[in-house]
């Protein structure tokens, strides 16, 4: 059975710090590149960040380089986004997705708040 | 930075064929993906490669691409095809997506 699970959203004040978990099962996890795409709310999709197969690879969108660090843990299937120094902006619901060029497993996302 | 441009609205009669677009600079040279997005769900792909589909999902979706533009054709929409649809690109230098286009069925 195919799952993705996010966890660690929550409610955080402008400059502090959050850590996403993605834990994925039936979906090949240390074979494919990994993603998280985030979804501000009533707004469109936006690229957040992905990392290659073992870990060595890793991309971001300009508006998160310098804050934000993927990471990710083969022997637990699990994905993870160090968010630091959060702003207003990046309050939105986080999704964990499997691939690189295009994503074919979603998970059902975990919200991130960023206010005072 | 780039962007791809959707309409921000389409509609169609049930049992009708719906075309959305999603238009953007170079985009032939880019790999193009849809999803699927209904209220309080996530994202499902449906499209990738331009003109596959992938598995378990209906073969009434079908992507093309010409030139610049990108479509994703549903042939005999049903109700429960109304949802949000976005397109995606990417290249070795960029991942975005489009603006998103809400599809209503009636």
């Known amino acids: 059975e195919v799952q993705v699970m996010e966890s660690g959203g929550g409610l955080v004040q402008p400059g502090g710090s959050l850590r996403l978990s993605c834990a994925a099962s039936g979906i090949s996890f240390s074979s494919y590149w990994m993603s998280w795409v985030r979804q501000a709310p009533g707004k469109g999709l936006e690229w957040v960040a992905n990392i290659d197969q073992d870990g060595s690879k890793k991309d971001y969108v300009d508006s998160v380089k310098g804050r934000f660090t993927i990471s990710r843990d083969n022997a637990k299937n699990s994905l993870y986004l160090q968010m630091n120094s959060l702003r207003a902006e990046d309050t939105a619901v986080y999704y964990c997705?499997?691939?690189?060029?295009?994503?074919?497993?979603w998970g059902q996302g975990t919200l991130v708040t960023v206010s005072s | 930075s780039y962007e791809l441009t959707q309409p921000p609205s389409v509609s169609v009669s049930p049992g009708q064929t719906a075309s959305i677009t999603c238009s953007g600079d170079k985009l032939g040279d880019k790999y193009v993906s849809w999803y699927q997005q209904k209220p309080g769900q996530s994202p499902v792909l449906v499209s990738h490669q331009q003109s596959m589909w992938p598995s378990g999902n209906p073969e009434r979706f079908s992507g093309s691409k010409s030139g610049n533009t990108a479509t994703l054709t549903i042939r005999g929409t049903l109700p429960m095809d109304a949802a949000d649809y976005y397109c995606?690109?990417?290249?070795?230098?960029?991942?975005?997506f489009g603006g998103g286009t809400k599809l209503t069925v009636l």
């Open positions: 997705a499997r691939g690189e060029v295009y994503f074919d497993f």
């Open positions: 995606q690109g990417w290249d070795r230098t960029n991942l975005v």
